[in-house]
């Protein structure tokens, strides 16, 4: 079992609606989630961190997190073009674990 | 965040050869971390670097294949020795900053071994 796993992709939205990306995690003991854009050609870009279960909200994203199923997910909500990129979770257990990516396409 | 610059941007080498990539943050940190990411690939975590210690490397990945330097708090190296063409991937440097150490990435450099 891997120790974060994401469905690749890709994932297709239209324009204006709500993408949902996902991501569990093995490691009980993680202690911080991050998710990070990452648009091709270009390194990967910190957007969203959570640590306690719940939801966090910053304008259009929203990262939820579940310790009870070791699930954290990002909510994109008013999608637009410029989102397409792929999307990583990384989960901190002692170093920084990272998923393989889950590709986003929002089509106009 | 942090502004941090890698040198180069990109390279083409020949295999046998070795390639040193730099790193530079705008300010101090303790720890530097280098990742690899491979075509298609998530990011793996190469090693750390501490200031005024050997570097700890990841399951995989030893010194003599890629020798790290930290001579101060804002600078880093990274060397991948004797290249060989499964070394093309982008190479990237991050710091960590803030109450939960998030980690910033540089812009990474892109390395093709012919």
């Known amino acids: 079992q891997k120790e974060v796993e994401q469905n690749s992709g890709p994932l297709s939205v239209p324009e204006g609606a709500i993408a949902s990306l996902n991501c569990t995690y093995s490691?009980?003991?993680?202690?911080?989630f991050f998710w990070y854009r990452q648009y091709s050609g270009k390194s990967p870009e910190l957007i969203m961190f959570?640590?306690?279960?719940g939801d966090k909200e910053d304008g259009r994203f929203t990262a939820q997190l579940n310790k009870a199923s070791q699930y954290v997910s990002l909510l994109i909500r008013d999608s637009q073009p410029s989102d397409s990129a792929t999307y990583l979770c990384?989960?901190?257990?002692?170093?920084?674990?990272f998923g393989q990516g889950t590709e986003l396409s929002v089509k106009p | 965040s942090a502004v941090i610059s890698q040198k180069p941007s990109r390279d083409i080498c020949q295999r046998g050869t070795s390639l040193t990539i730099q790193c530079q943050v705008d300010?101090?940190?303790?720890?530097m971390f280098w990742y690899r990411q491979q075509p298609g690939q998530s990011l793996t975590l190469i090693a750390t670097?501490?200031?005024?210690?050997?570097?700890?490397?990841e399951s995989g990945f030893v010194i003599d294949k890629f020798p790290i330097s930290r001579p101060n708090l804002t600078f880093s190296t990274l060397t991948v020795s004797n290249m060989s063409p499964e070394d093309s991937s982008i190479y990237l440097c991050?710091?960590?900053?803030?109450?939960?150490?998030?980690?910033?990435f540089g812009p990474g450099t892109r390395l093709t071994v012919l």
């Open positions: 991050s710091v960590e900053r803030g109450n939960y150490n998030e980690q910033f």
């Open positions: 490691d009980r003991g993680s202690q911080s």
């Open positions: 959570i640590y306690s279960n």
């Open positions: 990384a989960v901190r257990t002692g170093k920084l674990i």
């Open positions: 300010s101090q940190v303790t720890m």
């Open positions: 670097a501490n200031q005024g210690s050997e570097a700890t490397y």
